[in-house]
């Protein structure tokens, strides 16, 4: 329902993925028990050990979870959603003004990474 009430299309498009999400997750503790749900933990922890290397390896910093987890866990998966609606022409306004603010955000964090960083230049203070 968040979805929907933040971006009516975007969240009635994934209503029903996440509906059959649910019922296909219901086939299979049926079906399974809970072998199922062993499974399911585990891709779950591998899935968020891999995000923490991925962060750690490739940006230099932590995932935006530990900022606020809360976040992290309701909306990202709605951020996917938007991503993957954005790659096929939704709402070219909204992603330029996504993108905007993004960049924004960015620059703010590597001022801030520079300024706490002192004058460092490669690793080397000057």
Do not use: C
């Amino acid at each position: 329902m968040l979805y929907i009430l933040l971006e009516p299309v975007a969240g009635g498009l994934l209503a029903p993925l996440l509906l059959a999400a649910t019922a296909y997750s219901d086939h299979l503790t049926t079906t399974y028990g809970a072998t199922a749900n062993y499974w399911a933990l585990g891709i779950f922890a591998s899935s968020w050990v891999a995000q923490f290397i991925g962060h750690g390896a490739f940006e230099g910093r932590a995932p935006a979870l530990l900022d606020n987890l809360v976040q992290a866990l309701v909306l990202a998966p709605f951020f996917v959603w938007m991503e993957i609606l954005f790659s096929v022409g939704y709402r070219p306004e909204l992603k330029s003004r996504v993108d905007s603010a993004v960049e924004k955000e960015v620059e703010k964090y590597r001022i801030s990474q520079r300024q706490s960083n002192g004058s460092a230049t490669n690793g080397k203070a000057k």
